[in-house]
């Protein structure tokens, strides 16, 4: 036989929500009045923000080529951090002293003392939130302080709009003071290059005046034969080759001494390669990328960091490739140059070999003493064309933080926290969601028995009948006999049993523990079958706690106990009752103790004896479980009837009651699930709708079942 796996339907779920709404209304309720409570008590939080534009250092009018800048990825989120940092913090707390303000209103200034300062900038950084308005240069600095401040809902737009003025200020300083520097290292450089012009055309005059040497102008006098002027030419090439060499000879040297990353920043000054340009920008986009992922909270397994990661690798390479490719270039750019001058000077020197035949010693040093007056008189003019246009550049504005829009005081009425409609929904969401939580927490620990199917899933066993709650015997006046359908499906189930069949009569009910209404429910079933027409009798053998006697309101003085000992007949014993073809044996009263009264051949003669009169004979007998009497019971029983209480006792008490009941040789029959509530037990809502379709369930009242 194949079994079939049950899967748990919503129903299922809802049946244990259903049965412990109390606790998770309790729990709601709690949570929701702890969570109104917590935000009643919480400080009111103003918020203010100033919008600020921010550009990349640039002076408003372009005039010269030196003033363009390339696009950075990372300036916008390097100007986040500096709005952030400490210095533009501190400042502003300076500036509005803050730390008097802040200090008086929450009681620390005369505590920390010295401290305080420090106390009062992380306060301000904490309540500081910057943001980027998504594809734009726009930056919002918003602030956001709780009370006790009185006036915290008009310095919330004071701090904001004084870090929006800190940070443009010391941007503006930054720049000036970083331009001054260069400006001044420029000059020294110009003001050199001055002296060496002097020292050269003193030197020239001094040559000149040792020689006697006249010279009318560059294309007459002495430059005016023919090999003057080839040796001139020849010095105009020599001079600019050697300026060359000295500028590529000062460039070999600069890339050899930079580092790869100082290298790469200067790479587009020492050479325009636009493939290395490239490969900068392409790592600088997979930088921006992997900071954003690590922003984002991103492991360093994660395959996104991974890729990114790998991804910078490999530009990383191909740039070092790159930057090697460049200082191979410089160095063969540089011997190319040394070479063409070395040829020029070996033509210059014959040229001069040839001069110096016509000349004399005095012409060739004049000649080389001014050929460096004329070097030192262009690098000098080259450096100090320069500095004209850095100072000219210097005195045009520049605008690099702009306030677009000024943060305005907060409105004292209207604070950003506490939201007490949603801190309330999240309390309401939050208790019931902690409330099911706990439901279905203390639905996971109670292993007592809830539904039919775990009777027939655990016990092996068919459940033969339900019995609601708030029972009462059914010869009480007040008894709800909307209640008989329970004990008519009980009875009919029983007679139907397959292991109560055959001639079956006698039927003994126990349970596995006290207090799970076996008395009742065997009561109960001997009125509704004695009621059909059945002639039935019941027996109270339970002699340790007899009930039977009460629901029936007779006497308990001679019983079951007085036929077991021998002092009287059964024939005594049996009682006639109010209700029709019920008849009775109570358990009777001993004066000494009633342990080991029920012996098995005993109770078998009384059982053969009243199945021959009666068409069912009940036995009720004491809990199978710690009493020796149920277990001789059970064996001497046509039948064994198991009632569970609903919610009561773990099911390893009910599992351990059949075991006892088949390993004694007993026939169970099957169970009864007792004590149910069937308003809020979904799984029993057939009970519940059938008893509603009596129009008067009181007894006297007509009842058409």
Request: net charge neutral; proline share 3%; aromatic share 6%.
């Amino acid at each position: 036989m194949t079994e079939t796996t049950e899967t748990l339907h919503f129903l299922d779920y809802w049946r244990v929500v259903s049965s412990r709404k109390e606790i998770v209304i309790a729990t709601a309720l709690l949570v929701v009045l702890v969570g109104v409570l917590i935000t009643l008590n919480l400080p009111k939080v103003y918020s203010s923000s100033t919008v600020i534009q921010v550009r990349e250092d640039a002076p408003d009018l372009d005039v010269t080529s030196s003033s363009r800048s390339r696009f950075d990825p990372l300036f916008l989120r390097t100007q986040f951090e500096i709005i952030q940092s400490e210095p533009v913090v501190e400042e502003v707390v300076r500036n509005l002293r803050l730390d008097e303000k802040f200090g008086k209103a929450m009681g620390y200034l005369d505590v920390m003392g010295d401290k305080a300062f420090r106390q009062t900038v992380r306060i301000v950084s904490q309540a500081m939130r910057v943001q980027q308005f998504r594809d734009t240069n726009l930056i919002e600095i918003q602030m956001y302080l709780s009370e006790p401040k009185e006036t915290v809902w008009d310095e919330v737009a004071t701090i904001a709009n004084e870090v929006a003025h800190v940070f443009r200020e010391q941007t503006v300083g930054r720049r000036r003071s970083i331009k001054a520097k260069a400006l001044e290292a420029l000059k020294q450089s110009v003001d050199e290059l001055q002296k060496k012009v002097l020292a050269a055309e003193n030197e020239l005059e001094a040559v000149r005046q040792k020689y006697q040497i006249d010279v009318v102008s560059s294309v007459s006098g002495t430059d005016s034969s023919l090999g003057k002027l080839n040796m001139r030419e020849t010095e105009q090439s020599m001079i600019q080759l050697r300026l060359d060499l000295e500028g590529k000879k000062a460039k070999l040297d600069k890339v050899v001494s930079l580092s790869g990353e100082e290298l790469l920043a200067a790479a587009p000054y020492i050479a325009n390669d636009p493939g290395l340009n490239e490969l900068v920008a392409t790592r600088r986009r997979f930088d921006v990328e992997l900071s954003r992922l690590v922003e984002a909270q991103f492991g360093p397994k994660h395959p996104e960091v991974a890729r990114a990661e790998a991804a910078v690798r490999e530009v990383n390479l191909k740039i070092a490739e790159a930057l090697t490719g460049l200082k191979i270039g410089v160095q063969a750019d540089f011997e190319a140059a040394q070479a063409r001058y070395d040829v020029m000077e070996k033509m210059l020197v014959a040229i001069k070999d040839t001069e110096r035949q016509a000349a004399g010693t005095g012409y060739r040093e004049f000649e080389r003493v001014r050929q460096d007056v004329e070097h030192a008189r262009r690098m000098r003019d080259e450096l100090e064309i320069r500095y004209n246009e850095e100072i000219v550049e210097q005195k045009i504005p520049r605008t690099t933080v702009d306030i677009i829009k000024p943060a305005q005081p907060a409105d004292r009425e209207s604070p950003v926290s506490p939201d007490y409609a949603l801190n309330i929904i999240l309390s309401i969401l939050l208790g019931l969601g902690a409330g099911v939580a706990l439901a279905y927490f203390i639905e996971y620990l109670d292993t007592s028995v809830k539904t039919i199917e775990e009777i027939e899933r655990s016990m092996g066993v068919s459940a033969l009948g339900v019995i609601p709650q708030k029972v009462k015997p059914f010869t009480d006046p007040s008894a709800d006999m909307a209640h008989e359908e329970a004990y008519r499906v009980l009875r009919t189930n029983l007679r139907f049993a397959r292991r109560f069949q055959d001639g079956k009569k006698v039927l003994c009910v126990t349970s596995g523990s006290v207090g799970e209404g076996k008395s009742l429910t065997l009561f109960n079933l001997a009125y509704v079958c004695a009621t059909l027409g059945d002639r039935v009798i019941l027996i109270d053998a339970d002699l340790h706690r007899p009930r039977q006697h009460r629901m029936l309101n007779v006497s308990n003085a001679v019983g079951l106990a007085n036929v077991l000992v021998g002092d009287k007949a059964l024939s005594d014993v049996i009682l006639n009752t109010s209700v029709q073809n019920l008849d009775f044996i109570p358990s009777g009263k001993l004066q000494g103790s009633v342990h080991g009264l029920l012996d098995a051949e005993r109770v078998r003669q009384v059982a053969t004896a009243l199945k021959g009169a009666y068409d069912l004979v009940l036995f009720d007998a004491p809990p199978i479980i710690g009493v020796s009497d149920a277990s001789m019971l059970a064996r001497e029983m046509d039948g064994v009837l198991l009632v569970i209480q609903h919610r009561k006792y773990p099911k390893s008490v009910s599992s351990r009651a059949r075991s006892m009941i088949e390993n004694l040789g007993g026939n169970l029959v099957g169970v009864v699930l007792n004590n149910i509530n069937v308003s809020r037990d979904h799984s029993y809502y057939y009970y519940h709708q059938h008893y509603n379709t009596y129009p008067d369930k009181k007894r006297g009242k007509a009842n058409p079942a």
